[in-house]
């Protein structure tokens, strides 16, 4: 039997004129309305939505722990597995003989910066010290809680949630769009990923329903990460001196939301405007700069041996207990307080909650990774977008979050860390190293945490609003229409702010939750069509058929 080419064009229908001109109008109006329904029922209906929402997410938890859990262990696999397949790892992620776009600074930069780097100035301090006061461990009795014997299990789980699965997800939706898009000259969207599986269907309903599906779990990602960064936006500006931002217990009030999501939402909203290669790209290396002064600044004046230690010992551990943690599924006896009960409670709060914002996140990263990836091999863009992003994380987890730890142990803070919300407890912290030598050290690096993370914040929701367009527009990677930039813009900013009022960051995080359930289906999929057309692109080669469009050309040129 002939072996046939694989399939290089998938046509989208798009408006030829109009408001929705370039644009599918199925995948942006359906996409509109149910964000815009979301927006609607939390803000006017806050009480309902927050109990409603709650159930459902009950609901999942109890059903489909293990499928979170299990399918980003396969992402893993998946991943690995085709960095070390000779076959895989060779191709280059357009035609052959491409060369990247942008260097490797401005790649990991802007992969870092949008990826994940909103979470490390709330996450690298406040999750090493929760793991320090709670864990498995602790629940089972193996280790004491905020002592000694449990900081290395802390970071056991500190790099299980941030470190190789959460860049699988990533990188598994990177990888299928730049491969279909760059070596094939289909659409740079979600459905093109899936071609080898359903093929030209995939120009009607079907791939419809999937750019749907991976926008609104896009736009709740981003809300979850938004929500955290909201949060600490308003304590860091309440720690500068702005008051009536924040309640005594840390919390934003509605003002500060307000105030909060229209600087950031603003700021985002005019990047945007400029595309990637502009403010994007600049936004990135502004904000790579200012967290190496940063992460320098707790290794040189922090924790620099507990930190050190906490690094290297943290990634054996971790490595070691990698195969365990990435199958272990507890199991309630459904007796309110019982062991069994906080296990399987503790798992729902952090590992499913984590793989599930991870996998929300993934159609944004993924296809920003996949636009700013062009050229690369498979196996440069496994080994760039998951060993160095999780060993950076790594890094923070270690200086950042062992500074806070030790200053915990040795008894200095005293439980000033510990006590402060987990948005404020880096600023907490910063104060509490520099506030005795001189009141304006303390202030001035609360501004440049600030400062570091209105960038962090920009870069992310701008790269969303731009890559929610790009879905829509069928793929097209060119200026999209100023009003659709501005309403992605405006809807992002609403759902954060309504998620927020109607039930604080529990909220949004309960809206992710279930958002991301379809897309991890789709997920799946895609590692599924991925191993596939890399398998029969090796059968078409050694029989002499073309495996890519060799049409296409590269933006560099």
């Known amino acids: 039997m002939a072996i046939e080419p694989p399939l290089m064009d998938l046509p989208i229908k798009t408006a030829d004129q109009g408001f929705y001109r370039g644009f599918s109008v199925n995948v942006t109006v359906v996409s509109k309305i149910i964000i815009s329904v979301l927006v609607v029922w939390c803000i006017v209906w806050p009480t309902q939505a927050g109990r409603v929402l709650g159930d459902w997410n009950t609901a999942i938890l109890a059903q489909f722990a293990a499928w979170y859990i299990w399918v980003v262990t396969a992402f893993v696999i998946v991943c690995i597995g085709l960095a070390l397949w000779p076959t895989a790892g060779r ?40 793991h320090f006061k709670n864990n498995p461990s602790v629940i089972q009795g193996l280790t004491t809680a905020l002592d000694a014997d ?21 990188a598994v939706a990177g990888l299928a769009l730049a491969f279909f898009s760059y070596r094939r000259g289909l659409p740079l969207t979600i459905r093109s990923s899936l071609t080898p599986l359903f093929g030209k269907s995939l120009s009607g309903t079907v791939g419809h329903i999937i750019d749907i599906v991976a926008v609104v779990a896009t736009i709740l990602g981003v809300a979850q990460t938004l929500g955290f960064g909201v949060e600490q936006f308003v304590a860091g500006l309440t720690r500068i001196g702005f008051s009536g931002l924040a309640l005594e217990d840390g919390s934003a009030t509605t003002l500060g939301i307000v105030v909060a999501l229209a600087v950031i939402m603003g700021a985002s909203t005019l990047s945007a405007l400029s595309g990637v290669g502009k403010g994007i790209k600049w936004l990135s290396n502004i904000n790579m700069v200012l967290s190496i002064f940063l992460l320098g600044f707790f290794i040189i004046f922090g924790a620099t041996w507990f930190g050190a230690s906490a690094f290297f010992i943290g990634i054996w551990d971790y490595l070691v207990a990698l195969p365990w943690l990435s199958f272990n599924v507890y199991a309630s006896d459904g007796v309110e307080g019982s062991e069994a009960f906080l296990l399987t409670q503790w798992q729902g709060w952090w590992p499913v909650f984590y793989w599930a914002w991870w996998i929300a996140f993934a159609p944004f990263v993924g296809l920003f990774l996949a636009r700013i990836s062009r050229g690369r091999s498979i196996r440069e863009f496994v080994l760039g ?42 600023f907490a912290m910063t104060e509490f190293m520099l506030a005795p030598i001189a009141e304006f050290l303390a202030w001035g690096m609360a501004v440049i945490i600030v400062v570091l993370l209105m960038t962090f914040l920009v870069t992310s929701a701008d790269s969303a609003v731009l890559i929610v367009n790009t879905i829509n527009a069928a793929g097209d990677e060119g200026p999209k229409a100023r009003p659709h930039i501005l309403f992605w813009g405006g809807a992002l900013a609403l759902v954060v702010g309504g998620l927020l009022i109607s039930g604080g960051t529990g909220a949004i995080q309960t809206a992710m939750v279930i958002g991301a359930l379809p ?17 029969n692109d090796g059968r078409r080669e050694a029989a002499g058929v073309q495996t890519t469009n060799e049409e296409l050309a590269s933006p560099a040129e």
Request: net charge negative; glycine share 10%; with cysteine.
């Open 91 to 130: 191709l280059n992620l357009g035609v052959e003989g491409e060369k990247p776009e942008f260097s490797n600074f401005s790649w990991f930069s802007m992969m870092f910066g949008a990826g994940i780097g909103v979470g490390m100035l709330t996450w690298a301090v406040a999750e090493p010290v929760a």
């Open 150 to 170: 449990n900081v290395r299990t802390a970071y056991v789980w500190s790099y299980l949630h941030w470190g190789l699965g959460a860049w699988a997800c990533y």
């Open 519 to 535: 897309f991890s289906i789709v997920m799946a999929l895609m590692c599924i069509a991925l191993i596939k057309a890399i398998w």
């Open 385 to 426: 977008a998951m060993i160095v992003p999780s060993l950076m994380c790594f890094v923070w987890f270690a200086w950042a979050g062992g500074t806070a730890i030790d200053l915990e142990l040795n008894g200095e803070a005293n439980g000033l860390i510990l006590d402060a919300a987990n948005g404020d407890k880096i």
